[in-house]
Nanobody
Framework: QVQLEESGGRWIQTGGSLRLSCTAS????????MGWFRQAPGKNQEFVAA????????FYGGAAQGRFTIAINGAETTVYLQMNRLEPEDTAVYYC?????????????????WGQGTQVTVSS
């Protein structure tokens, strides 16, 4: 089993920056992927970004392009999501995910493990 612990979510003013972190513990494998999804009230779950280890190749969903950056510390099985120029539309619960080898990174069903979520609220 793998446990994911997220941190970093909070209220932030429009235009600000925030970094989310997620650390995996338990029986992790040498190769894996970690990612982020988000869900706003009344909306479907949305793929944000993902990255494979040890490939270290990032993939982004539409909302993240140009504003968010995903990075990974494979030695510590920790993934980061740097979010810049935040907008009220980014308000959501952000979930960390992990899987051994998901084929379609944007498909929630491809991910095995999920964190509890961390709330990000953006407003002026």
């Amino acid at each position: 089993q793998v446990q994911l612990e997220e941190s970093g979510g909070r209220w932030i003013q429009t235009g600000g920056s925030l970094r989310l972190s997620c650390t995996a513990s338990g029986r992790t494998s040498a190769t894996y992927a970690m990612g982020w999804f988000r869900q706003a009230p009344g909306k479907n779950q949305e793929f944000v970004a993902a990255i494979r280890w040890p490939d270290d190749s990032p993939f982004y969903g539409g909302a993240a392009q140009g504003r968010f950056t995903i990075a990974i510390n494979g030695a510590e099985t920790t993934v980061y999501l740097q979010m810049n120029r935040l907008e009220p539309e980014d308000t959501a619960v952000y979930y960390c995910t992990m899987a051994h080898s998901p084929e379609n990174l944007s498909d929630p069903s491809q991910w095995t493990y999920w964190g509890q979520g961390t709330q990000v609220t953006v407003s002026s």
